[in-house]
């Protein structure tokens, strides 16, 4: 049997990539890791209390209660390491990490930005704002990206990407639904996977089945 990679999922916000992660866990879609800790930026997150629903063990580190960002990225370095993390999933967290930070979890860090990279990503896009600017483009495709985190906003390796059709009638709000449901919940956990048992096969001692 495979040790499994040991996940760390950092939240912002309402935590529906987090939830399908835990649910992909759950379902044996994610088999070669497992989630040990949840870092979120924020106190009120709902993503915090599907942790805590779920006996996830998890931290708060709040920007506005540290007194640099240093100390911020100090503290999440504290958790990551208390939980041992092997590979940090950034789902729906919405600060940029230093160099320093990505260059500690190199090639250990992944991302799922709301759009087709190389397509409104990169800094000021997140959230609500990547789906707005693409209406107002007026691209007839969108959809979502899973890469690799490095000192680039939104710049790493591709890993995954899944596309899907925008309508004449969508709003940013139902745009950012149907990407989130069609696309994101499918790669990101899909992603987790692949990058988990790359990580658990080169763990020394892990001899697979
Ligand atoms: C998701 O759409 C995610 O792709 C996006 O924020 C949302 C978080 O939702 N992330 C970014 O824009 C990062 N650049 P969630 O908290 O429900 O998972």
Known sequence: MLEKTKIVVFVSGGGTNLQAIIDAAKSGLIK????????????????????????????????????????????????????????????????????????????????????????????????????????????????ATVHYVNEIPDGGKIIDQKSVRVSPSDTPESLQKKVMQKCEWIILPRACEKISAMIAKSKKGNIAK
């Open 32 to 143: 070669s890791g497992e989630i040990v800790g949840v870092v979120s930026s924020s106190p009120t997150a709902y993503a915090v209390e599907r942790a805590k629903k779920e006996g996830i063990p998890y931290t708060v580190v709040s920007l506005k209660e540290c007194s640099s960002r240093a100390e911020f990225e100090e503290k999440i370095l504290e958790s990551t390491e208390k939980y041992g993390a092997e590979l940090i999933v950034l789902a729906g967290f919405m600060s940029i990490l230093s160099a320093e930070f990505i260059s500690r979890y190199r090639d250990r860090i992944i991302n799922v930005h709301p759009s087709l990279i190389p397509s409104f990503c990169g800094k000021g896009y997140y959230g609500l704002n990547v789906h707005k600017a693409a209406l107002e483009y007026g691209v007839k495709v969108t959809g």
